[in-house]
Structures are given as C-alpha cells and as structure tokens.
C-alpha cells in the first residue's frame, strides 16, 4: 500500500520546478556574520545539486536588504507556476517584542506578517518555509497556511540565543544519514527529523541546557510540534517535499571516507559552537586564538569534502 506521502509526491508533474530562496540576515557580531554568509553559501551549493530546474536564489551580509528580499519573492510569485514547488529558508537573528517576529536585516527589518503576506502572493501548491533564526517560532503564527510546511529552530520567541539548528538543517542535504527512508531523497521530514536530533544531541555533549526546541507545523495550523507523525497529524506534507532527489551530488559522496570527514566536520563545528558559549569567561586574545585555529581546521575539512 502507497503511504499518503507517496501518493502525494507521485501526484505531482515530472516538469514542476523547483524555487530556492535562502535569506541570511545581520549576524551583529563578526563570527555570526561570517557564519551566516557561509551557511547561505552552503545551502545554496546543497539545492543547486537537484540540477537544471532548480532555481536557486541567495541573498546574504549586505545583499540581504528588505528591499531585495522583497523583489526576490516578487519575482518568485510572477514566475513560479502551481505546480511548482518553492521554498524559503531564514539564517540569522530574530527578535520578538511580545507581539511581532522580526528578522534582522541591514536597514529596516521584516515581520513574520509581512513575509507571509509576499509568501502568499506566491501560487505554488507546495510551500516550505524554515525560519532558522533565533526567536522564530514567534513566527509560526503568522506564517502557517494552507499548503504551508513551516519549521522553525525555537518553540517560542522567547527562545534568543542564536541557535545551531541551521546547521544541521544543512548538513542533512549532504549527511547520506538524513536519508531515513534510503530512497535516494531526503525530503522536508527527514531534514527536520535529522537536524532536530543533532541540535538535541549537540546540547546534550556538550552538557549545555538546551537553548532551542525546532518544531514543524504543515496543516495550516499555528500548533507546531517537536515530533510529527500519524497521531498529531503533521509531517505528511513534509514527508512529501523532496529537498534533495536521487543522483544528487549527496548521493554520489557517500564513501566511507567522505562520511568521515563529515562527522570531522560535525566535531569541529560542534567544538566552535561550544566556545562561544565560553567567549565570557575568556581574554579576548585566547577566544580569538581558539576560534581562529577551528575555523582553520574547519576550512580544511570541507577543502578535503568538496574534492
């Protein structure tokens, strides 16, 4: 018997494209600037893999304006059919001040009600919107619709810490492990499956409270949860968004050797994480030492990844 979700991914045309739109805000502090611009760059690299129909769009550091972030959801709505498929991922910080999400960007920051209100202008039947930033599930709210997955990094707007959950948002399109199901594509409910399982884990080695609960919410209501599946009702939609198809450039990496230099790259970040956690307790000469000496290491894990 088909799951609902394969009967759902089969419903859909073979020429329906697929719309990428990746918005990585201010990072306030130089390490989060640079860490937000090179999670966009990566994302982008993980969803120009699905090939010649993908359309991919990235707006980071100073590109990622209100300004574009609008004529880029502009242009998506007078190009994307509906049958295609699009989606919008938030990298960065989010505020909430009891009533409005905001992510911030360079100049005037945007809502969650003013990025819905552009995502609704947008005609395609499958929508996924993973709002990475700290704060976001303020955002669930406004931006759960019909047709609508939204996943989010925190429970609430309460949550402001800036989270690590982008990153293993990120990984998942690249870790062969995220594919849960081996079918040769990893789809919205495998990514946030996997992803919230390394944010827990991530807390948990490192014997840090954790500072972020992801959720994910795709009927149209604003009651997210931490764990989708037949009893809530959530996840269908997910399961049938695929992020990632067969003969993608992940499936094509998955030797031993490359899954050893991904979880080298898991530990380094993981270990560049934990010391901005302790960048209070040290001089400002030793956290610089420290940082400078994993980001170096980090740069030469992925060097030996992309060969």
């Not at 190009?79 to 992510?103: N, R, S």
């Not at 945007?110 to 202008?121: F, S, V």
């Not at 599930?137 to 997955?149: E, Q, T």
Request: net charge neutral; with cysteine.
């Amino acid at each position: 018997m088909r799951t609902p979700a394969l009967l759902l991914a089969c419903a859909f045309s073979a020429n329906a494209a697929n719309y990428y739109v990746t918005v990585a805000g201010l990072g306030g502090l130089p390490e989060y600037e640079t860490q937000f611009v090179k999670w966009a760059a990566d994302l982008e690299k993980q969803l120009q893999a699905n090939g010649s129909d993908a359309h991919v769009v990235t707006l980071s550091g100073n590109a990622a304006t209100r300004q574009q972030v609008e004529q880029a959801l502009a242009r998506a709505a007078s190009e994307v059919t509906p049958g295609d498929a699009f989606a919008l991922f938030l990298i960065g910080h989010g505020t909430f001040d009891g009533t409005d999400y905001k992510i911030n960007l360079p100049g005037p920051d945007m809502t969650a009600a003013e990025l819905a209100g552009l995502l609704n202008r947008i005609p395609a039947e499958r929508q996924l919107v993973v709002n990475m930033t700290s704060a976001s599930g303020a955002s669930v709210a406004a931006l759960a619709k019909k047709d609508r997955i939204v996943i989010v990094a925190t429970k609430s707007g309460t949550e402001k810490n800036a989270p690590v959950f982008a990153r293993y948002w990120i990984d998942a399109l690249r870790d062969p492990a995220a594919d849960a199901d081996k079918n040769g594509t990893v789809s919205a409910l495998e990514a946030f499956r996997y992803a919230e399982r390394k944010t827990a884990g991530y807390f948990e080695s490192e014997k840090l409270l954790a500072t972020e609960h992801a959720l994910l919410t795709d009927t149209a209501k604003a009651n997210a949860v931490h764990d989708p599946k037949p009893d809530n009702g959530q996840g269908v939609l997910a399961a049938a968004f695929p992020l990632l198809r067969p003969h993608t450039e992940v499936a094509r990496n998955t030797t031993p050797e490359k899954q050893k230099l991904l979880t080298k790259k898991q530990d380094v970040e993981a270990k560049i994480d934990r010391l901005k956690y302790q960048k209070a307790a040290l001089s400002e000469e030793e956290y610089k030492q420290q940082l400078t000496a994993l980001l170096v290491e980090l740069s030469r894990t992925q060097a030996e990844i992309d060969k």
